[in-house]
């Protein structure tokens, strides 16, 4: 079937129907298909990525050779 042809078809469906759940359910389809990986993180994981964005932008960096020569790794 042609998608446009469908597309007309969903709308058609939509503009007829008269149950809040059914444009409830079709309002969370589209939410959970643009949702953001972001969102889905525990607040930990969130503070700490800000927390290294910050230490990023302040300059308290290391490089990997700083580190391997601290840790004595080669």
């Known amino acids: 079937m042609d998608i446009q042809l469908e597309k007309l078809e969903l709308m058609k ?3 007829e129907t008269e149950n809040p ?5 079709i309002k969370k389809v589209f939410h959970k298909e643009q949702k953001d990986w972001w969102d ?3 607040n ?3 503070d700490g990525i800000n927390e290294g964005l910050e230490d990023i932008k302040n300059g308290r960096v290391h490089s990997y050779e700083e580190i391997k020569k601290e840790f004595g790794w080669k």
């Open 13 to 15: 469906l939509l503009l």
């Open 21 to 25: 759940s059914i444009i409830k359910a």
């Open 40 to 42: 889905d993180l525990p």
């Open 44 to 46: 930990s994981a969130k």
